[in-house]
């Protein structure tokens, strides 16, 4: 039988062909996410968040239970797991599935409910939570940060002398993480990397990874997913927009976040405007391809 982790890089594979980058959607059951105030906190909110985001081209809805802003309050492992798994349970009815936690009871618990993947937020921080993906032969994301979200504090608040090569450290950084989850029996095919932007960064280094997705893609030498949707380190161009009480007013930078990273080789996109960032993608697809005409369109 095939293992979990190929699940998720088919939809991965579906996703390159279709948009040029894959769409990793988001839906967050907390009460606190920065992103969207806990409109996904309730069972039936999280539900049909779930649903709208398949319907919207998602292809793999990425669930949490823990708010990972600046500062936030850690959630422990069992109310993590009441919060999501019913979740997991059915959207991995309707699509591929990966759980947005560094627990490894949580991953254990949403892997056996039918997720396919771990979204792990912490560079492997807890080395149990490598068994458990190796267990379930699921596949890995591994997320670049320096330690708790709790201990951050602010949004993009990082010293500037914090890195001397931001890029070349944040790379050399996940190949160790990598290769301390391959030790505990994580395939290395199964692993794709997350350059964590806002995690142990300011605005400016964020900035920096960001505009160098084409360098990272090719030291890596595996999948990256960038997650720069609705980041305060957006505001950067944006002065106007709220850095912590609106992050939809960061929607068009994350777009154009998204856009610039998919040309630059990243394999999957993770983004709260799944239908937004869809079209972008998919209207410069054609557009590069040399479409003249769409199917279903009109000249009008």
């Not at 606190?32 to 919207?56: H, I, K, M, P």
């Not at 936690?101 to 771990?118: H, I, Q, Y």
């Not at 979200?149 to 950084?173: C, I, K, N, W």
Request: include cysteine; glycine fraction near 8%.
């Amino acid at each position: 039988m095939e293992g979990k982790w190929t699940q998720f890089f088919e939809a991965m594979a579906r996703g390159r062909a279709a948009y040029g980058s894959a769409l990793l959607g988001v839906c967050n059951v907390t009460p606190d996410s920065f992103s969207d105030g806990g409109q996904s906190f309730r069972f039936e909110d999280a539900c049909a968040r779930v649903q709208a985001l398949f319907d919207e081209g998602a292809n793999v809805v990425d669930i949490g239970a823990e708010s990972t802003r600046p500062g936030a309050v850690s959630v422990p492992a069992l109310e993590q797991i009441a919060r999501v798994v019913e979740v997991v349970r059915v959207a991995a009815r309707r699509g591929s599935v990966s759980i947005d936690t560094a627990s490894a009871e949580v991953a254990d618990a949403c892997l056996s409910a039918g997720a396919c993947a771990v979204n792990d937020v912490s560079c492997l921080a807890d080395e149990a939570l490598a068994r458990v993906v190796a267990k379930h032969d699921a596949a890995l994301i591994l997320m670049h940060s320096r330690g708790s979200q709790t201990r951050m504090a602010g949004f993009s608040a990082y010293p500037e002398g914090g890195y001397v090569h931001v890029l070349d450290e944040v790379a050399s950084e996940l190949r160790g993480a990598a290769a301390r989850a391959e030790a505990f029996g994580v395939r290395p095919e199964a692993i794709a990397f997350d350059p964590g932007y806002g995690f142990a960064k300011n605005a400016h280094q964020s900035f920096e990874l960001l505009r160098g997705t084409a360098s990272l893609v090719k030291i890596l030498e595996r999948p990256i997913v960038i997650g720069a949707s609705r980041k305060s380190f957006l505001v950067l161009f944006d002065r106007d927009a709220d850095r912590e009480a609106c992050a939809t007013q960061r929607v068009g930078a994350s777009v154009a976040a998204a856009l610039w990273a998919a040309r630059a080789g990243a394999s999957m996109v993770r983004v709260h405007d799944v239908r937004a960032t869809r079209q972008a993608l998919s209207l410069e697809k054609a557009l590069a391809a040399g479409m003249d005409r769409l199917s279903g369109g009109s000249d009008a």
